[in-house]
């Protein structure tokens, strides 16, 4: 099988890839973009036969810091009567790989655990009185299944040397193996003995700087790759079919940008031939069927990496957009975290006093077993009991996320709630059905006549939100005023039931009616402005867009007054359908 064709196709380049890592896994790892689904399934099955007779160990995304790199055994502490250490997943699983699923909730913490553990081969455990330095060298297999805006944290995917996308393979895509396990414990074997020169490393830093990969460890992947390709190949020089194989793999997925167009070769005069006696006479001549020069090699490494981007990639890439979604880990539409001693993912136990929280038993009882024998009166060295005292004390910790509420304040006034509505209605039921997946709510204000009104409660029912906005009124004068008061109550409501309120005011921004129910644009803009500043000294999340047809974007905008008022962002859309708003508010939404 050509080059082209060994990576044609995302099943093929997933199934090289993995092969690849199955060769060379410790300190490098595999980062799999999908559900769980066929395709996945059959990938990770046959990583598990390649890897064989290596171990395979599976840890869930929230794993605690005690399982991750060990603790005080309380269990053999207390039959013992001295310290005794468990082993923690990290040092249990060296020479071999931990497979983690949701790779995408993994926080920081434990992330920050497994990239030092790929980076050294080790495990500092410092913790229950213990001190020790344990082995685990390790790969990692990390499963991301999060949607578009969710993903593993990028210190542990910049560690993983490839990054596979499955999320469009279905099963009618795969593909019969074409390798055994004998083929990979052969190349396993031969792997010490394949060399490279520095032309490759060369050639692959050139295609790394092309491709804007500015991180050293994509060029030391793609060197890893390529010898474990001449391994399975079963020979001990890099070629270059396996530069062309391993640049496709790791430095393709990481490219930033597209490379430069290649110079007009016919504009360059031609550099004068060397003097024949600046050779050396000991040195025989360049021979005419010689392989190509490293200029050469470069542009054909640089066409097989474009060729081989897939096509959502490349095209991403040609328009100039960013491409590295895994920024962060928490790129929240869920809003913010906040720590509850009663509900949410379970934490690390931590000291307190039992006024202040529910005891943490395992934890407290490893906490005070490491001071047992010098607790003990001389007399009761033999006696099993362990004498607790306060500073002991550990108590249970928890994390949740607070939920968002997203109130969409709507100019229901005049011409505008023709043209505004039916885009707003569109938009809240595309945000309504990602509510499920997380603790959001949306709620509708609508300003028109001469007051707001709460049109839609904070929910997070796609049918009580249909019902509210199929009869939805609109005519009338405008009450920024007031619609920005309604806002604000709906909001501080939000904040005092634990939500992160966003407040998206949809409006021209020419308010003609005041507080009071009067008439008069000059004042009812001061009220206007007076209401905004409330909104921001209550520290609001605030997105103004602008329904303004034509010009009238400037400093001295309505809309973009109120937007300065309200501290808040200003984006000026007077033609948007219900997808462009809905891209607009989940992007505005608290972090």
Same mark, same amino acid.
């Given at each position: 099988?050509?080059?082209?064709?060994?990576?044609?196709?995302?099943?093929?380049?997933?199934?090289?890839?993995?092969?690849?890592?199955?060769?060379?896994?410790?300190?490098?790892?595999?980062?799999?973009?999908?559900?769980?689904?066929?395709?996945?399934?059959?990938?990770?099955?046959?990583?598990?036969?390649?890897?064989?007779?290596?171990?395979?160990?599976?840890?869930?995304?929230?794993?605690?810091?005690?399982?991750?790199?060990?603790?005080?055994?309380?269990?053999?502490?207390?039959?013992?009567?001295?310290?005794?250490?468990?082993?923690?997943?990290?040092?249990?699983?060296?020479?071999?790989?931990?497979?983690?699923?949701?790779?995408?909730?993994?926080?920081?913490?434990?992330?920050?655990?497994?990239?030092?553990?790929?980076?050294?081969?080790?495990?500092?455990?410092?913790?229950?009185?213990?001190?020790?330095?344990?082995?685990?060298?390790?790969?990692?297999?990390?499963?991301?299944?999060?949607?578009?805006?969710?993903?593993?944290?990028?210190?542990?995917?910049?560690?993983?040397?490839?990054?596979?996308?499955?999320?469009?393979?279905?099963?009618?895509?795969?593909?019969?193996?074409?390798?055994?396990?004998?083929?990979?414990?052969?190349?396993?074997?031969?792997?010490?003995?394949?060399?490279?020169?520095?032309?490759?490393?060369?050639?692959?830093?050139?295609?790394?700087?092309?491709?804007?990969?500015?991180?050293?460890?994509?060029?030391?992947?793609?060197?890893?790759?390529?010898?474990?390709?001449?391994?399975?190949?079963?020979?001990?020089?890099?070629?270059?079919?396996?530069?062309?194989?391993?640049?496709?793999?790791?430095?393709?997925?990481?490219?930033?940008?597209?490379?430069?167009?290649? $110079?007009?070769?016919?504009?360059?005069?031609?550099?004068?031939?060397?003097?024949?006696?600046?050779?050396?006479?000991?040195?025989?001549?360049?021979?005419?069927?010689?392989?190509?020069?490293?200029?050469?090699?470069?542009?054909?490494?640089?066409?097989?990496?474009?060729?081989?981007?897939?096509?959502?990639?490349?095209?991403?890439?040609?328009?100039?957009?960013?491409?590295?979604?895994?920024?962060?880990?928490?790129?929240?539409?869920?809003?913010?975290?906040?720590?509850?001693?009663?509900?949410?993912?379970?934490?690390?136990?931590?000291?307190?006093?039992?006024?202040?929280?529910?005891?943490?038993?395992?934890?407290?009882?490893?906490?005070?077993?490491?001071?047992?024998?010098?607790?003990?009166?001389? $007399?009761?060295?033999?006696?099993?009991?362990?004498?607790?005292?306060?500073?002991?004390? =550990?108590?249970?910790?928890?994390?949740?996320?607070?939920?968002?509420?997203?109130?969409?304040?709507?100019?229901?006034?005049?011409?505008?709630?023709?043209? =505004?509505?039916?885009?707003?209605?569109?938009?809240?039921?595309?945000?309504?059905?990602?509510?499920?997946?997380?603790?959001?709510?949306?709620?509708?204000?609508?300003?028109?006549? =001469?007051?707001? $009104?709460?049109?839609?409660?904070?929910?997070?029912?796609?049918?009580?939100?249909?019902?509210?906005?199929?009869?939805?009124?609109?005519?009338?004068?405008?009450?920024?005023?007031?619609?920005?008061?309604?806002?604000?109550?709906?909001?501080?409501?939000?904040?005092?039931?634990?939500?992160?309120?966003?407040?998206?005011?949809?409006?021209?921004?020419?308010?003609?009616?005041?507080?009071?129910?009067?008439?008069?644009?000059?004042?009812?803009?001061?009220?206007?402005?007076?209401?905004?500043?409330?909104?921001?000294?209550?520290?609001?999340?605030?997105?103004?867009?602008?329904?303004?047809?034509?010009?009238?974007?400037?400093?001295?905008?309505?809309?973009?007054?109120?937007?300065?008022?309200?501290?808040?962002?200003?984006?000026?859309?007077?033609?948007?359908?219900?997808?462009?708003?809905?891209?607009?508010?989940?992007?505005?939404?608290?972090?």
């Amino acid at each position: 099988m050509s080059v082209s064709d060994a990576v044609s196709t995302p099943w093929r380049r997933a199934s090289l890839a993995a092969a690849v890592f199955a060769v060379d896994p410790l300190g490098s790892g595999l980062l799999v973009r999908a559900g769980a689904g066929p395709a996945r399934d059959e990938l990770m099955t046959r990583v598990a036969g390649a890897l064989a007779p290596m171990r395979l160990s599976r840890a869930p995304a929230d794993i605690a810091d005690d399982r991750l790199i060990g603790g005080l055994d309380v269990a053999a502490t207390l039959r013992a009567g001295k310290p005794i250490a468990e082993t923690g997943v990290l040092a249990a699983s060296h020479g071999g790989v931990i497979a983690m699923a949701m790779a995408e909730r993994i926080s920081v913490g434990v992330a920050a655990r497994l990239s030092q553990a790929l980076d050294s081969g080790e495990v500092a455990l410092q913790r229950d009185g213990l001190s020790a330095i344990l082995p685990a060298r390790v790969g990692v297999i990390a499963l991301d299944e999060g949607q578009e805006d969710e993903a593993t944290p990028a210190a542990l995917a910049e560690r993983l040397g490839f990054w596979i996308d499955l999320e469009h393979v279905g099963w009618r895509d795969i593909e019969p193996p074409a390798l055994t396990p004998e083929d990979f414990e052969a190349a396993r074997k031969l792997l010490p003995s394949v060399e490279s020169d520095d032309k490759v490393i060369e050639i692959l830093v050139a295609t790394a700087f092309q491709f804007g990969v500015d991180s050293p460890r994509g060029v030391l992947f793609a060197l890893r790759a390529a010898r474990a390709l001449a391994a399975l190949r079963g020979e001990t020089k890099v070629e270059r079919d396996d530069i062309e194989l391993a640049a496709t793999l790791v430095l393709g997925p990481r490219a930033t940008r597209m490379p430069a167009p290649p $110079e007009d070769q016919e504009s360059e005069e031609p550099p004068p031939p060397p003097p024949e006696e600046e050779t050396p006479p000991d040195e025989p001549p360049e021979q005419k069927g010689e392989d190509n020069t490293p200029r050469e090699l470069e542009e054909q490494i640089l066409e097989a990496v474009r060729a081989a981007l897939p096509p959502g990639l490349l095209a991403a890439l040609a328009a100039g957009a960013p491409r590295n979604r895994r920024s962060s880990a928490k790129d929240g539409k869920s809003g913010e975290e906040i720590y509850s001693l009663q509900r949410g993912r379970p934490l690390d136990a931590r000291p307190g006093s039992l006024s202040k929280g529910r005891l943490a038993l395992v934890a407290t009882l490893r906490a005070a077993a490491p001071w047992r024998k010098l607790r003990l009166k001389p $007399e009761e060295q033999n006696s099993r009991r362990v004498i607790v005292k306060p500073e002991d004390f =550990r108590i249970r910790r928890h994390r949740q996320k607070k939920g968002a509420t997203t109130i969409f304040v709507v100019d229901a006034s005049g011409s505008l709630a023709m043209t =505004r509505l039916a885009e707003v209605k569109g938009a809240i039921e595309m945000l309504l059905a990602d509510c499920y997946a997380r603790r959001d709510n949306i709620a509708l204000v609508a300003f028109r006549g =001469r007051a707001g $009104e709460i049109v839609l409660p904070p929910t997070r029912s796609t049918a009580r939100a249909k019902r509210a906005l199929t009869g939805l009124p609109g005519g009338g004068g405008t009450p920024v005023a007031a619609g920005l008061d309604v806002a604000a109550a709906v909001a501080d409501q939000a904040r005092r039931k634990g939500q992160t309120p966003l407040i998206v005011l949809m409006t021209d921004g020419r308010a003609n009616i005041c507080r009071d129910g009067g008439s008069g644009r000059p004042r009812a803009m001061e009220d206007a402005i007076d209401a905004a500043k409330r909104i921001a000294a209550a520290q609001f999340s605030v997105l103004c867009i602008d329904t303004t047809q034509g010009g009238g974007s400037g400093p001295d905008a309505p809309v973009r007054q109120l937007a300065g008022a309200m501290l808040g962002r200003y984006v000026k859309l007077p033609r948007a359908d219900a997808a462009v708003i809905n891209a607009v508010v989940r992007g505005a939404l608290p972090q």
